[in-house]
């Protein structure tokens, strides 16, 4: 494959190969960011691309569909024990999709919710004013607290009562802490609305019992596929049997056309792979190392909102430190550690130059690393922020990195 590449087309050939060093020679921490596997990748470089399939298993729009049916029901029973859910729906091209198609399962243009702000942690698609969920339906945002970096279930609760919304949102895309789904759901009960989950950043985390599940509680619950979940980039819709035909709609035809059968298929090997005893491991070592790496940067007298974390990621508040998120964000690329920066909670500085940075633990866990790999990268974060200036210290860093990622090479590649 790579060599008819390489003859058809050199240049995108070149820069495929060099993306593949990169990823090979960097510590990626970018905690929305994985190393999926070669099978999953076999699954989405396959000649599924090919095929048209609008409608779902049994009831398609055009014909020569046995092998797609057979994947996408594989994929939807998978997606449903690993889970726990009554049904899924593979098809939304990815989290963003899926959050929409929710919207319009289960609120009308005008209607509103209750969800998390960006700036706290949330994500664009939960209502965002820019977004088109924002466009078409109205939100009113809960926050975390100042004292704690928490996520305010007071205000969750104040503005549920005040403003009754058909749905209230939970899920976060940078919150380091457990989220209570029971305490969403308590309130979502008291004044009649649904409760989502977008758990995209903790799937895996949830298939591996690295977290609660938030099964049990939500009305609906929406991932991407690709995070803590390694599969491939899509999404998935998981909910109560009652939901299933107003999700479907609103998936096929209301959101999308066709399905990406060759996401489906690498999202059902995905599915397989995070059922096994293997993947339960990887997923608790994830939050094993966050943790660790969480408390050398706090003994070098790192700012952790909320003080540490309960799941894959940390968000470094740099106020103290004297520096900006972009630009220790790019003293630590040049030293071979990538991650993004991010506003902080009650940031001072604006959302193009924010005050702090965001890392996770998902894709050096894949690599196989543990303990002492994230002491020596807090070290090196530590020392990179000292003298974010200093090119001989990000060059000597750099090759320390090397030496680290090729002794745990990335899988998949
Ligand atoms: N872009 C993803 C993240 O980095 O968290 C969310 O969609």
Redesign the pocket.
Known sequence: MQSSLWNEDPEIAELIDKETARQQDVLRL????NYASKAVMEATGSILTNKYSEGYAGKRYYNGQENIDAIERIAIKRAKDLFGAEHANVQPY???PANLATYFALMKPGDCMVSMALPHGG???HGWPITASGTFFKSYQYGVRESDGRIDMDQVEQLAKEHHPKIIVCGA??YPRIIDFAAFKQIADEVGAKLMVDM??IAGLVAGGAHPSPLPYADVVTT?TH?TLRGPRGGLILCRKDLKKDIDRAVFPCMQGGPHNHTTAAIAVALKEAATDEFKAYAHQIVDNAKVLASRLMEHGFNLISGGTDNHLMLIDLTNKDIAGKVAATALERAGIVC?ANSVPFDKRGPFDPSGI?IGTPAITSRGMGKDEMLRLADWIDQIIQKPEDEALAQKIRADVKALCTAFPAPGF
């Open positions: 970018i905690p929305s960011e990815s989290g963003s994500h664009l698609t895309s940078a995209a950043h991407t995070k993004n965001r």
